[in-house]
């Protein structure tokens, strides 16, 4: 009743793991907004000293610089984007008055993300500070050196700190035409970005359609974006991670079955006939799954896991069915000691004829021979001290004979049988009372190669 209590519990717990977990997403949307804070400095161009002749140093002004884009995933992960912002650079060119110089733009370019993750947000349960690493390149107007025409580009890397907000930092050059001087300007600036998703659920890529992104895939289970089974068990790697099997192993367990043989019809539960990819020994009997299916037992039922009772489980048992009440050694075969007394082994009175109920000891004798077949026995007949000491002896060589006789027709060899009656000669208890010449009444078997 308990087994089949977890069982139903266990296949409940896979068929919710199979249900549960939402479709993966990137971590940006459709819609984005970004702010960008950023200091930098011209690299050429007038507004770029002159070195001066006496050091060989000069003093480059320093540029403040915000941005503020919008950016539209059309095809994940390229996106058109809008990009304005303006700033003010501590310095000016050579003809110009003033302290500084200020500086606008307003662009229209592309951004491309590169493996935007899916594990959600470092604060959403499961996921983690990975964002993306993304490149963009705009054209449009500067206002710089006049009015200029401009081409800038731009990379950087964002981490997801917490739903729906993402951080980062970015670096991004600028190269500017035209303009009152008609001298090629450039600037560089880096700083740091906040992103924010507005609108627009962007699915993952799933390559292989197996319900893994091909992203997720590369990057947290090392699995084949292109192959929907990468290791071919017949499970696909969606529905292994779903239910906690390895989808880079055919036996998740070890226990010598595939997991698309133990989970039959592929559906991630646990079905009639059916064992757990996930434990080595489904029923907890301690046999293996894989020896239970090869020899023809039931993976879900601890009962035939030790069918004989002996305490030696099946898949280590060299001897099986062996008796209840035989004593066996590791691998579960009977041990033969020095000198065993068959308790349980009576005859009709004054007579050697075996009763009907000595059967269940003659067995365990018969399982003990079978068990050491290399060894040769003495089968000792033994009375107690009641009647002629001559027709004592020779009633219990009568009785071991008959022992004899039985073992031989179940198959024992005559040549490794002796029988010798003792009467009684060899006691193990007093003749006195009653309980101690029934125990002096006896079988025994005595190994001939023992000392």
């Given at each position: ?181 008609e001298k090629l300007d450039a600037l560089i600036y880096g700083g740091v970005e906040a992103s924010l998703e507005l609108a627009g659920r962007v699915e993952a890529v799933d ?245």
């Open positions: 009743m308990t087994s089949r209590v977890s069982n139903l519990a266990l296949a409940a717990c896979m068929g919710f793991a199979v249900m549960a977990p939402p479709a993966a997403r990137a971590e940006s949307a459709a819609w984005n907004l970004h702010v960008d804070l950023a200091l930098g400095v011209p690299l050429a161009g007038d507004m770029v000293p002159e070195p001066d002749p006496a050091t060989g140093s000069s003093e480059v002004p320093i540029a403040g610089f915000g941005a503020v884009a919008l950016d539209w995933q059309f095809s994940p992960p390229f996106a058109l984007e809008l990009l304005g912002g303006g700033g003010y650079v501590f310095g000016t060119f050579p003809d110009a008055s003033g302290s500084g110089t200020p500086y606008a733009t307003g662009a229209l370019g592309v951004r491309y993300r590169l493996l935007d993750n899916q594990e959600g947000y470092a604060d959403e349960e499961g996921g983690d500070y990975e964002g993306n690493a993304w490149t963009s390149a705009h054209l449009g107007w500067h206002l710089f050196d006049g009015h200029q025409f401009g081409i800038d580009f731009g990379a950087g890397y964002e981490a997801s700190v917490a739903h729906p907000i993402q951080v980062g930092l970015f670096v991004r050059g600028a190269l500017l035409f035209g303009g009152e001087r390559t292989d359609g197996d319900g893994l992104p091909d992203e997720r895939e590369v990057n947290r289970y090392q699995t084949d974006p292109r192959n929907p089974d990468t290791d071919a068990d017949g499970i696909s790697d969606g529905l292994e991670v779903r239910t906690e099997t390895d989808p880079r192993r055919p036996d998740t367990d070890g226990d010598g079955v595939t997991d698309g043989v133990e989970d039959t019809n592929r559906d991630g539960g646990m079905q009639a006939g059916e064992t757990d990819p996930r434990r080595a020994d489904t029923d907890g009997g301690g046999v293996p799954d894989g020896w239970e299916a090869q020899n023809g037992r039931n993976g879900r039922d601890p009962a035939d896991d030790d069918s004989d009772r002996d305490r030696v489980l099946e898949h280590l048992d060299r001897c099986p069915d062996t008796p209840q009440g035989t004593e066996v050694d590791a691998n579960g075969c009977a041990i033969l000691r020095p000198r065993l007394v068959l308790d349980g082994i009576t005859f009709e009175f004054d007579s050697a004829v075996i009763r009907p109920e000595s059967e269940a000891t003659l067995q365990r004798a018969l399982q003990i021979l079978r068990d050491n077949p290399d060894v040769r026995v003495e089968i000792g007949g033994h009375t107690d001290n009641q009647g002629n000491p001559g027709y004592n002896r020779r009633l219990s060589e009568a009785r071991a004979q008959s022992v004899r006789d039985w073992l031989v027709r179940h198959g024992i060899e005559a040549a490794r049988l002796t029988v010798r009656g003792y009467g009684h000669t060899q006691p193990v208890a007093s003749n006195d009372t009653e309980e101690g010449r029934a125990q002096n009444r006896r079988i025994e078997f005595r190994r001939l190669d023992a000392p």
